[in-house]
């Protein structure tokens, strides 16, 4: 039998903090894309069932992304330093 107590690697605190703040960037910058692409999408001439279908799409894509930044944040209450 041995005493010796095998020990996993933990990031340290400050590097996931990094790292969480790093998701919530990529986040916020894919929801303001998310917005332009659907602004840009309704001045494209196409047939207004057509528009009007793909914008509802990208603007349920930003509800999604919304979501996962409650989600990792905690419900917007994120300070990770």
Do not use: K
């Not at 605190?13 to 990094?18: F, K, L, T």
């Not at 001439?45 to 996962?68: F, H, K, N, Y």
Request: proline share 7%; glycine share 4%.
């Amino acid at each position: 039998m041995s005493n010796v107590v095998p020990l996993r690697a933990r990031p340290a605190p400050d590097a996931s903090a990094r790292e969480t703040a790093a998701v919530v960037s990529d986040l916020v910058a894919i929801a303001e894309q998310l917005h332009d692409i659907g602004a840009r999408t309704a001045t494209l001439g196409r047939p207004r069932p057509e528009t009007e279908r793909t914008v509802q799409m990208l603007l349920d894509a930003v509800t999604s992304v919304e979501r996962a930044l409650d989600a990792i944040t905690d419900g917007g209450d994120y300070s990770p330093f």
